[in-house]
């Protein structure tokens, strides 16, 4: 086991990927070394930003022990009333967990694999555990494995997630089965079940050039398409059922969308009410595990 301050480079073939224990746990690039130059699967990290940016910055990165927002940070779980901090300068509400804001240790790596571990000892989030990713660089794409295991004597609200960034030059098209979409208020927090509307008509497939969108669909099948048709290659994203939720995150005027495998609803803490919020409650001891795989594919 190491404490590596710099990036680790895994390669199969003529893929390579990045990545950034130190940041976050990181993926800084995944990049396939075609004869007619590098095509980025993911978005590639900004420059400079290996030697000190945030995980925000960077292609991908994990979400432990929760995905996107708690509101206000507050929660009342099995009688423990919890208050987070604030962990984003443009969010009113803790983001996406601990493990993006965290160095990851080496606990061992190869040519192909690398995997990582963090540890967070009990404070505001008074629970104890550890989380693990397995990143594993294939000839076609990338596999990333996630496993949290609750290391306090109490029962632990858990999820887990990742966060990818795909590039999205013009006419980029999004294919994903969801069942319904949760619309949000001024600060993304879900207000309404929706089914889901023309403007985001992923199950059919939708160009995304004008989509605005910042939503949690659930009732996802686990598979997600993301055609570039200018390039003839698609990005195939599949998940375990344990990813029953899908954020999809595409800002005005960006060049990039989030295809955002996801255990849960935003906010999932505190609705406990809805039957298939996903949040899981893990006993002492126990582990909750996942993997999120992306493949390149030629498109017909």
């Not at 594993?136 to 290391?151: F, S, Y």
């Not at 990039?256 to 505190?270: F, I, K, R, W």
């Amino acid at each position: 086991m190491t404490d590596t301050l710099g990036p680790v480079v895994l390669r199969h073939g003529l893929m390579e990927c990045v990545v950034a224990p130190h940041i976050g746990g990181a993926i800084a690039r995944l990049t396939l070394w075609a004869d007619d130059g590098p095509l980025h699967l993911l978005r590639p990290t900004p420059g400079g930003a290996l030697d000190g940016g945030s995980a925000a910055d960077f292609a991908c990165f994990p979400l432990v022990p929760f995905s996107n927002r708690i509101a206000g940070g507050r929660f009342r779980f099995n009688g423990t009333d919890v208050a987070l901090p604030l962990n984003h300068p443009c969010c009113p509400h803790p983001l996406h967990g601990h493990g993006w804001d965290h160095s990851w240790r080496v606990e061992a790596q190869n040519d192909t694999t690398v995997h990582l571990g963090y540890r967070h000892t009990a404070d505001a989030w008074p629970w104890a555990y550890r989380a693990a990713q397995t990143i594993t660089v294939r000839p076609d794409g990338l596999e990333v494995r996630l496993d949290l295991v609750n290391d306090s004597d109490r029962p632990m609200p858990a999820g887990l997630g990742l966060h990818p960034y795909l590039p999205k030059p013009p006419g980029t098209r999004l294919t994903a089965a969801v069942g319904s979409v949760w619309l949000g208020d001024a600060t993304l927090l879900p207000r309404e079940r929706a089914p889901v509307p023309d403007s985001w008509s992923f199950p059919d497939g939708r160009t995304m050039d004008d989509v605005v969108v910042d939503n949690g669909f659930p009732g996802w099948d686990g598979r997600a398409a993301v055609d570039w048709p200018h390039l003839r290659r698609r990005l195939v994203v599949e998940a375990d059922p344990l990813f029953g939720h899908l954020v999809v995150y595409a800002p005005r005027g960006e060049d990039y969308l989030c295809v955002e495998p996801v255990s849960h609803m935003t906010d999932a803490v505190n609705h406990s009410e809805e039957a298939d919020a996903g949040l899981r409650a893990l006993p002492p001891g126990a582990s909750l595990s996942g993997t999120v795989r992306m493949r390149l594919e030629a498109l017909a």
